[in-house]
């Protein structure tokens, strides 16, 4: 089954900060997070495997909760650049991975 | 430049024709996935491939076919028995490492549109 996420879309003002949930019915192994912008390919921001932990990068960070299966992006002190389209991918104990059907981000000046 | 091609970059066909869509990458990566991409909705998984000569079937398989012959290549063939074929069609490959999945790089996409 494919991961739901949420918020479906989110409009912010730059500098201001979001959460994107990504939750699955199955048992994990890891999650994936990608961005795309429009027109472009998806860009790998972050994996995280089973053990609960919490991944960053700069501004943007995620954690994982195998035991509730669910995931969340955090994006701090947002700028123009995080506009795109957010997508969870999951992996489960069969190694099958599924996407969910995303969320646009857009930031605003 | 390392990287992952995908062509044609738009791909117009009739109803009932087979079309093969191209996918190289020079990243020395063992793995390679196709997703195809609908409006408004996430990535569904085709086919993907982890060594040359094999391959395992996505969540979308019917209607497609694949083959990987080498490993730098792994075209991917849109049957007439595929249903709806309009659609975005992107390409990733990848290390191999802990499970099959890891982090995915991807190619342009090849827009197909069937009339």
């Known amino acids: 089954q494919q991961p739901v996420q949420s918020p479906q879309a989110v409009i912010l003002r730059e500098g201001e900060d979001a959460v994107i949930n990504c939750s699955s019915s199955?048992?994990?192994?890891?999650v994936h997070w990608y961005r795309q912008k429009h027109g472009e390919a998806p860009v790998f921001l972050m994996i995280?495997?089973?053990?609960?932990e919490q991944k960053g990068h700069e501004k943007i960070s995620a954690s994982f909760n195998e035991k509730k299966q669910q995931s969340s992006l955090y994006l701090t002190a947002s700028q123009l650049s995080y506009s795109g389209t957010y997508f969870c991918?999951?992996?489960?104990?069969?190694?099958?991975?599924?996407f969910g059907a995303g969320t646009r981000l857009t930031v605003k000046p | 430049d390392g990287g992952i091609t995908q062509s044609p970059k738009y791909l117009f066909r009739k109803e009932g024709q087979n079309v093969t869509l191209s996918c190289e990458q020079n990243?020395?990566?063992?793995?390679m996935y196709w997703y195809r991409q609908d409006p408004g909705q996430g990535l569904r998984l085709i086919y993907y491939?982890?060594?040359?000569?094999?391959?395992q079937k996505g969540d979308i398989a019917e209607g497609y076919s694949v083959s990987r012959e080498k490993k730098e290549s792994f075209p991917l063939t849109v049957t007439s028995a595929q249903k709806n074929p309009t659609a975005f069609y992107l390409c990733?490959?990848?290390?191999?490492?802990?499970?099959?999945?890891?982090?995915?790089?991807f190619g342009p996409g090849t827009r197909l549109t069937v009339l």
């Open positions: 991918g999951t992996v489960n104990n069969n190694n099958d991975m599924r």
């Open positions: 990243l020395n990566h063992d793995a």
């Open positions: 199955k048992a994990l192994y890891s």
């Open positions: 995280l495997l089973k053990g609960g």
């Open positions: 491939s982890q060594i040359v000569n094999d391959f």
């Open positions: 990733a490959s990848s290390i191999l490492g802990q499970g099959a999945f890891n982090e995915q790089f």
